[in-house]
């Protein structure tokens, strides 16, 4: 068998990975029928239908995120459109400003004595 090799176009993989790795915007989209929501595929990766409080989870490209949320309100079944706050939301937290710090610092010798426990 015969090996053909194929010469790579300049900027396609990093076209590829561009395209991999958006970022993402999330909205919650409060819809008037849970059914219509499923429509919303169209417009981005739709990652959750509540069909009891008729609302709908949709990722789209943060680059068009303004297109995307004058979209969805054009549509005749979307009551509002939120946008989601997840991305600028902190995830690390520090210890050692935290109130509930479980460590404690050992009290010194002269701490002890003032408290009339030093032995």
């Known amino acids: 068998m ?4 194929v010469k790579a176009i300049p900027g396609l993989l990093e076209a590829r990975e561009r395209k ?25 990766v739709l990652h959750y239908v509540s069909k009891r409080m008729n609302y709908a989870v949709l990722y789209g490209d943060a680059d068009q995120a303004q297109e995307l949320e004058r979209t969805l309100l054009r549509l005749p079944y979307v009551r509002k459109v939120e946008r989601s706050y997840r991305n ?9 400003n935290s109130k509930k710090s479980r460590s404690q610092p050992a009290a010194t010798e002269t701490q ?8």
């Open 2 to 5: 015969r090996q053909v090799r």
């Open 20 to 44: 991999m790795f958006r970022e993402r915007v999330g909205f919650i989209v409060w819809v008037s029928d849970a059914k219509a929501a499923k429509n919303l595929d169209k417009y981005g």
């Open 88 to 96: 600028e939301i902190l995830a690390e937290y520090l210890l050692q």
């Open 112 to 119: 002890t004595a003032e408290r009339g426990t030093f032995s």
